[in-house]
């Protein structure tokens, strides 16, 4: 059971100013595994890196984006901000395990990590339906890429 102060101590650290990526990234709070779901901690964490306006548009910027990915500053560009603030929000996206990043010179682009989208959305649905498949199919339709 999460008690309290382990979702409290989830929250100060998505939103603190100073986000400390490696000691965030060992813990049991931010990173998704990529070997299987996630569990409520990493739910948590994932849930409040999208929970702020400009990551959120970010990330969907970057869903649109598909595997072609954009490099760092054209993301600002595309949404008006500062190249440094959006790249403290992909910081906290990417351990979150919502973005990756590769290198490509002196570029970074950046890309929607489906796999870690992918276990927020298992952990999210785990328990939907209890046998009745029907209670689910319109979330099941809604999200299906039509594309």
């Known amino acids: 059971m999460s008690s309290i102060s382990d979702v409290s101590r989830v929250a100060a650290v998505l939103s603190s100013r ?49 595997t072609a990915g954009i490099p760092a500053g054209e993301i600002a560009e595309r949404l008006g901000a500062v190249q440094n603030t959006i790249s403290a929000h992909l910081k906290i996206l990417t351990a979150a395990g919502l973005v990756r990043s590769q290198r490509e010179s002196r570029v970074i682009r950046y890309f929607a990590d489906m796999t870690g989208f992918r276990d927020l959305m298992a952990y999210l649905m785990e328990d939907c339906c209890q046998g009745e498949p029907e209670i689910c199919r319109p979330v099941l339709d809604a999200i299906v890429c039509k594309c």
């Open 18 to 66: 100073d986000w400390p990526i490696d000691s965030i990234r060992n813990s049991k709070y931010a990173y998704i595994e990529k070997d299987g779901y996630m569990d409520k901690f990493r739910s948590l964490a994932a849930l409040a890196a999208l929970g702020q306006e400009t990551r959120l548009d970010v990330f969907r910027l970057l869903v649109r984006a598909g």
